[in-house]
């Protein structure tokens, strides 16, 4: 064995935690604090593409702003569904760990990575197809749409790295190791903001510069971690003769996966109906409700990541028959979410104005986007619990439940909100006030879920 590979080896070993043995109270924010660093991450680096076109796109600058912003509704929606099915291949691979069922894992391992190419492939093509109309029903302005429609189909022809990566990243959190995706995305980062200044700053490029970047970085990511798991222990090594799709495995996935993903999809369909409210109400609305987000999803990001946290720590555990520990897991993951959100909260909203101002110094926008600011974190504890609950569920198996209550209690609540009391009282805070609303009852049907099931009794009888 070379040394090189040798050392390799032992990097990606070091990085796992034992879910079976041991505390669990240590090595839960282990897991959850990584994974809300990469999707802060993910966040920050994307905002790095608006900022690059804006200040060096010349005259077209606001419309190449524009044009990219245009596609974050469709592009966001694709990623985040196959997000939600990598979820699905996370709590497969973890379960079989807990069985110790190593060929299990194997061909869950490889039935990930192909099923993430084959999907990558096949929206690539059918986003190439629809790209145009697409982007016409959303009513992009006409001097818009070239430059959109050209990210679009340049960002598209990069699905099948980018979906390889959340994949990748879900066989890796399976075994407990959240660092190694984060230090591959951040180098990718890094990546995607010098060339992001390269094709734009010097070769005068503009969206067409920030969207190969973004498929290039993504693409070396993705390499990175192809690699790490060719050279990985026999737990989660890719084997390349071995890449195929395991029907049974790929049912497994998918029944888990495609109800998170299906959740995910419908989530961006309720924002846009909150978003089209906000957009009624003017520019100074819209300028308020876009740059207190940029600050609201950091702290969404904490705490999401704890539900994450609970859904591998309970596959393993469940797999392994372990179920005081699965127990375990959804006290903790909720008493320490709740630990990270009364450091966070205190911070985010004392501070909030002067961060809100930072994207814009019009009394009028901080004002209104701390209305959002305080009104959205506020309503983060009832996030917290539903999230970890629905996590916790997603361990054991559960997924078309927790799927369905976030549907009807977060999107159908926002909907019929928006749609019945905003028209009689059209005003900035009462579309805020769908965002505690929708977050509380669907954290109590949560709860009434976990009364009613209660995977862990079930199992044990």
Not at 219 to 245: E, F, G, H, M, Q
Request: charged share 10%.
């Amino acid at each position: 064995m070379q040394k090189g590979e040798r050392i390799l080896k032992q990097a990606v070993k070091s990085k796992k935690l034992d879910m079976l043995n041991g505390p669990l109270w240590n090595k839960i924010p282990q897991f959850a604090l990584p994974v809300a660093a990469t999707a802060i991450l993910e966040q920050l680096f994307n905002a790095s593409d608006l900022a690059v076109v804006g200040n060096f796109s010349g005259d077209i600058s606001t419309i190449a702003v524009a044009a990219v912003g245009a596609n974050s509704f469709f592009i966001g929606l694709i990623v985040n569904f196959f997000v939600g099915i990598a979820l699905g291949a996370n709590v497969v691979i973890a379960n079989a760990i807990g069985r110790e069922d190593e060929a299990a894992v194997h061909r869950a391992v490889h039935t990930a990575i192909v099923l993430s190419v084959l999907g990558g492939v096949l929206i690539g093509i059918v986003g190439e197809l629809v790209s145009g109309v697409v982007l016409h029903l959303m009513s992009v302005p006409e001097e818009v749409f070239p430059y959109a429609l050209l990210y679009l189909r340049i960002y598209l022809l990069g699905m099948p790295v980018i979906l390889l990566y959340n994949f990748e990243a879900a066989i890796f959190r399976s075994i407990g190791d959240t660092k190694v995706p984060l230090e591959a995305l951040a180098f990718s980062g890094v990546l995607n903001v010098l060339l992001n200044l390269f094709f734009v700053a010097v070769l005068h490029m503009n969206v067409d510069g920030v969207a190969t970047a973004t498929v290039l970085s993504n693409a070396i990511s993705a390499v990175l971690l192809l690699v790490l798991l060719c050279r990985s222990d026999k737990n989660i090594r890719v084997t390349p003769r071995d890449l195929r799709l395991d029907r049974q495995t790929m049912q497994k996935i998918l029944q888990i996966g495609l109800p998170a993903g299906l959740q995910s999809a419908v989530f961006s369909i309720s924002n846009i109906v909150i978003q089209s409210a906000i957009n009624s109400l003017g520019a100074v609305a819209m300028a308020a409700s876009s740059a207190a987000f940029n600050i609201e999803v950091i702290s969404f990001d904490l705490l999401s990541s704890f539900g994450q946290a609970c859904t591998t720590f309970v596959g393993q555990n469940y797999g392994a028959g372990q179920l005081e520990r699965c127990r375990k897991t959804l006290r903790l993951s909720i008493v320490e979410g709740l630990a990270v959100l009364a450091i966070v909260l205190p911070l985010f909203l004392y501070f909030g104005k002067p961060l809100i101002s930072i994207f814009n110094h019009d009394p009028q926008v901080v004002d209104l986007g701390y209305i959002r600011l305080y009104t959205a974190m506020l309503a983060h504890v009832g996030s917290l619990v539903y999230e970890v609950i629905a996590g916790y569920l997603r361990g054991f198996g559960i997924s078309l439940v927790p799927a369905l209550l976030a549907i009807f209690g977060v999107c159908g609540v926002r909907i019929v909100w928006i749609v019945t009391v905003f028209p009689l009282h059209q005003t900035f805070q009462t579309i805020m006030l769908a965002y505690p609303l929708s977050i509380f009852t669907t954290a109590l049907m949560m709860s009434i879920a976990l009364l009613v099931y209660r995977p862990s009794r079930k199992c044990s009888q």
